[in-house]
Every structure is written in C-alpha cells, then in structure tokens.
C-alpha cells in the first residue's frame, strides 16, 4: 500500500477520527492495497430517520435515529443500538466500524453496524420508549432481517427494547422471527449468558493478560469505570476469581474501599436505588474522575468513549487496562500508554464477549433449539482465550501494541475476505 499520510486528529473526543486513526497505522503495517483501504474506510450505507413520536402529554416530539452499517463483507452486519443523548453520527459510524473489527477478531461470520437514537431514555416513561422503539423499527424495516442486519442492545437499551423490536418486525412479516435481532429476554429466544457476556468476556481477557504479566489474580486490586451491564458484571466476575475490585463508579461518583468492595451487595444496591449507586454506604465516595488514577493494579473503563485522553493518561497508575466500554482511550493517548509499559486489552478484542453470545443466540433461533448456560459459558470462554492468545501472539511478531495487533488480526481477515468476494 503506498504510504498515506495519516489523517491529523483535529478533534480528540471525536470516535470516528480515534477508529480512523488505528486503522490507518494497521493496514500501513498489513500494507493492504490501496482500493482495499478506500473500501474498509468507508460505511456500506449510513441511514438517518426522523421519528415523531407521541408523548404521555399527547404532544409529539421528533426524534432523530441512525444506522450505520459499516462492513457487511464477513457476512450480515451485526451491532447493537444505543439510546443517548450525545448520538451523532460520527459516534456511530465509529462505533458500526469498531463492530466489524470485533466479530473479526473473535472469527464470528457477521459484519458490523451499530444504531442509535438521540434521547434521553431516563427521562422517558416506558409507554414513550416503547413507541420510539416500534417508530424506529419499522423506519429501518428495508434494513433489519435475520440475514442482512442483526442489532442488539447498548447503552441505554436492553432486552425489554430488543421484544419490542423483535415483535415489530415480526408484525410486519406476518410471523415470528426472533433471529433478527439479539439480546433478547429469554422467553423470547434470549440466549441463557448473554446478560453477563460482555462482562464475563472482560474477566477472561482480564485473566489473560494477568498470566502475561505475572500479575496473580489473588493479589491484584482492580478499578471498574461504570456499573452497568458490563462493569458490575465485569466487577463480579472477577471478584469471583479472587481479584480484589477496590473501587467502582458511575455518574454519581467513584466509591472507594482499600479491602474490597462486596460486588454483589453493590449490585443490590443499584437495582434498589433506581440503577444507581447514589448514597452507597460501603465505601468512600471520592467523585467523579477518580477512578481512573487510582493507584491499582487493574483498570477497567466500562462506560463510554474517551474517558483516557491527553489530559489524564500521564495520572494513570494501573499496568493493566482492559477495555469494557467501545473507545474509551483516545488515539493521542495511545503513545502514552506505550511509554509507560502500560498492557492495553483493547476494546475490540476485550468487549468482544457480549457479540459473541449474540451470534450463540442466534445460532440457537434459527436451530429452534436452546443450549445450556453451561456449554454458552464454555464456547464463548474458548473464543474470547483464543482472541486473546492471537491477539497477544500477533502483537509480539509485528512489535506492535495489543491495539494494533487486534486491528491487524481484524483488519488482515476483512481483506483477505474481501478480495474473495471483490468489487464492481
Ligand atoms: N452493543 C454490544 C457491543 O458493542 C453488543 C453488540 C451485539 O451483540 O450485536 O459489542
């Protein structure tokens, strides 16, 4: 590939550019074909919607909702759908083309995509987000299908979307089909696993990269950045491995004790107190930004994007950073953590867990048929060690970081994949 000046990063906090700019160092070091690079650069299709919806007060508010699919080269795109206010389209852009890069580096046949809708689902009653889900659905209903695109829960969605989904699109064809999208409750074909998945697949990549660095789990603290879905999971998870987790955050504050948080009383806690951990008791609330500096041997950010950045990456004490969330270093950041020795299990390749019991799920609805929690635990387990051991074992052969080397393994298998196929 002829050298291509990488792309300046005019704009820190923007994903797209931080994705770009990976991907750009990667199929430099691949030395992919130019017309290969323009392809995988670009989205397949990007489809914006506006949604009027009706409000509990019978006022209708217009909402905006986006698709992004980036590659559908290694087979139909998957990716989940997130409700935020801070949805734009370069967000999701960035974050459709960081899912073609995960199914890649776990070898999962899909593409990638991702949706989203600006809102502020917290300030919503279940009846408004209901009919935005239903509005959405059928907006994007030449788009979604079991075999074209498959999307799934993200921040600020979960299985209760995804039925609402699933039985909207099932209306429109006159049967059910429960393939379309994944993520879902279980009576409804949900795969027995995948609530923790994301959460479980940050433990075995945590462990992983543990045995790299001769770090034994039963003498390391760990801090988990967010306390959804995927940090109280990843937080309970590897307590049960005997990581000591000493502190926890979300948007009300980090909550810090040097012997330990009890996860699970955390995790009451939160599902008691509205989904946050406003008021916990049990620990030091030391605010905000906190939780990154801390001086342990884990740090795992599980909220959202560019939470390390220029700004604060010098602070960082942890060896180990695992990432749970999609983006949450910013590329300046990158050569910082190198600097400092600091191992990187990138996002791509650590979060990769919760898309990988999605295609489980999906197995299992078009087999009409439902595995244990068992065997899902156990397959998706192999996967995310296999990844990690490629991953690893790349990264030592190209010299590079455990980033690159994950866009490397990704980038290498789309490529090959596309010049099977070809173009026009
Ligand atoms: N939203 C999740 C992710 O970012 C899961 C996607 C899926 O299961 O399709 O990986």
Same mark, same amino acid.
């Given at each position: 590939?002829?050298? !291509?000046?990488?792309a300046?990063?005019? &704009? /820190?906090?923007?994903?797209?550019?931080?994705?770009?700019?990976?991907?750009?160092?990667?199929?430099?070091? *691949?030395?992919?074909d130019?017309?290969?690079?323009?392809?995988?650069?670009?989205?397949?299709?990007?489809?914006?919607v506006?949604?009027?919806?009706?409000?509990?007060?019978?006022?209708?508010? @217009?909402?905006?909702?986006?698709?992004? !699919?980036?590659?559908?080269?290694?087979?139909?795109?998957?990716?989940?759908?997130?409700?935020?206010?801070?949805?734009?389209?370069?967000?999701?852009?960035?974050?459709?083309?960081?899912?073609?890069w995960?199914?890649?580096?776990v070898?999962?046949?899909?593409?990638?995509a991702?949706?989203g809708?600006?809102?502020?689902?917290?300030?919503?009653?279940?009846? /408004?987000i #209901?009919?935005l889900? +239903?509005?959405?659905? *059928?907006?994007?209903?030449?788009?979604?299908?079991?075999?074209?695109? !498959?999307?799934?829960?993200?921040?600020?969605?979960?299985?209760?979307?995804?039925?609402?989904?699933?039985?909207?699109?099932?209306?429109?064809?006159?049967?059910?089909?429960?393939?379309?999208? $994944?993520?879902?409750? *279980?009576?409804?074909?949900?795969?027995?696993?995948? $609530?923790?998945?994301?959460?479980?697949?940050?433990?075995?990549?945590t462990?992983?990269?543990?045995?790299?660095?001769?770090?034994?789990?039963?003498?390391?603290?760990?801090?988990?950045? =967010?306390?959804?879905?995927?940090?109280?999971?990843?937080?309970? *998870?590897?307590e049960?491995?005997?990581?000591?987790?000493?502190?926890?955050?979300?948007?009300?504050? $980090?909550?810090?004790?040097?012997?330990?948080?009890?996860?699970?009383?955390? !995790?009451?806690?939160?599902?008691d107190?509205?989904?946050s951990l406003?008021?916990? #008791?049990?620990?030091?609330?030391?605010?905000? &930004?906190?939780?990154?500096?801390?001086?342990v041997?884990?740090l795992?950010?599980a909220?959202?994007?560019?939470?390390?950045?220029s700004?604060?990456?010098?602070?960082?004490?942890?060896?180990?950073? @695992? /990432?749970?969330?999609?983006?949450p270093?910013?590329a300046?950041?990158?050569?910082?953590?190198?600097?400092?020795?600091?191992?990187?299990?990138?996002?791509?390749?650590?979060n990769?867990?919760?898309v $990988?019991?999605?295609?489980? #799920?999906?197995?299992?609805?078009?087999?009409?048929?439902?595995?244990? =929690?068992?065997?899902?635990?156990? +397959?998706?387990d192999?996967?995310?060690?296999?990844?990690?051991?490629?991953?690893?074992?790349?990264?030592q052969?190209?010299?590079?970081?455990?980033?690159?080397?994950?866009?490397?393994?990704?980038?290498?298998?789309?490529?090959?994949?596309?010049k099977?196929?070809?173009?026009?």
């Amino acid at each position: 590939m002829a050298y !291509i000046e990488p792309a300046p990063i005019k &704009d /820190e906090q923007n994903p797209f550019e931080a994705m770009m700019s990976r991907f750009h160092i990667a199929s430099q070091i *691949l030395g992919i074909d130019d017309e290969v690079y323009n392809v995988l650069k670009t989205p397949v299709k990007q489809v914006i919607v506006s949604l009027p919806v009706t409000m509990d007060d019978g006022s209708i508010k @217009v909402f905006e909702g986006f698709r992004v !699919i980036h590659s559908n080269i290694l087979g139909p795109s998957k990716g989940g759908i997130r409700f935020d206010q801070g949805v734009n389209l370069d967000e999701v852009k960035a974050l459709a083309a960081w899912m073609t890069w995960k199914c890649a580096v776990v070898d999962i046949p899909y593409g990638g995509a991702k949706g989203g809708i600006k809102c502020n689902p917290r300030e919503m009653s279940s009846g /408004e987000i #209901e009919r935005l889900m +239903r509005a959405y659905t *059928l907006a994007m209903i030449e788009i979604f299908g079991p075999d074209r695109d !498959i999307p799934a829960p993200d921040m600020g969605t979960g299985p209760r979307e995804m039925a609402w989904l699933m039985d909207e699109y099932s209306r429109t064809q006159g049967m059910t089909i429960n393939s379309v999208v $994944t993520g879902k409750p *279980l009576v409804l074909g949900g795969s027995l696993g995948r $609530t923790e998945a994301t959460g479980r697949g940050v433990m075995v990549s945590t462990l992983a990269a543990m045995e790299k660095l001769k770090i034994n789990p039963y003498k390391a603290t760990c801090a988990v950045q =967010g306390f959804g879905n995927v940090g109280s999971y990843a937080a309970l *998870l590897l307590e049960e491995r005997g990581v000591k987790v000493v502190a926890v955050s979300d948007l009300s504050g $980090t909550y810090y004790n040097e012997n330990g948080i009890d996860i699970q009383e955390a !995790i009451d806690f939160r599902n008691d107190n509205n989904g946050s951990l406003e008021g916990y #008791e049990n620990a030091e609330n030391m605010g905000g &930004d906190e939780i990154l500096t801390l001086d342990v041997d884990v740090l795992v950010p599980a909220a959202t994007e560019d939470v390390i950045t220029s700004h604060n990456v010098d602070k960082i004490k942890a060896r180990l950073i @695992v /990432e749970g969330a999609n983006g949450p270093t910013s590329a300046k950041a990158d050569a910082v953590i190198a600097e400092k020795g600091i191992m990187v299990a990138p996002d791509i390749l650590a979060n990769a867990g919760g898309v $990988t019991v999605s295609y489980f #799920e999906w197995v299992q609805n078009r087999l009409g048929y439902k595995w244990t =929690g068992e065997r899902v635990n156990r +397959r998706s387990d192999r996967i995310m060690k296999d990844a990690f051991d490629n991953v690893y074992k790349t990264s030592q052969e190209y010299n590079v970081s455990m980033r690159i080397a994950a866009y490397i393994v990704a980038i290498d298998k789309v490529a090959r994949t596309y010049k099977y196929r070809g173009g026009f």
